[in-house]
């Protein structure tokens, strides 16, 4: 196995060692089990309906509730 260096704040290396405690595991195993969590996630091809894909951006935007259905609004659409 390969060793790897990096930096962490302290809050986060707190949790991290708090984490390992109650799961009573190495801080090691619980970074490489996130880690292999986290890549896995990223190579997963996203599948699903257009809501489903853009689920985050569902009534993020705001505007007129009847733009789509106000004849009134669809008067000059498509000219």
Known sequence: MKNVS???PETLDQELGNAA?????TRSALVRDA?????ARR???RRGSCL??????AGSVSG????SSNPR???RYGR
């Open 73 to 75: 609004r669809l008067a």
């Open 21 to 25: 405690r109650a799961a009573r595991t």
């Open 6 to 8: 990096f930096k962490l």
């Open 52 to 57: 489903v894909l853009a689920r985050d951006l």
């Open 35 to 39: 880690l292999r969590a986290e890549l």
């Open 64 to 67: 007129p509730r009847d733009l």
């Open 43 to 45: 190579r997963k091809p």
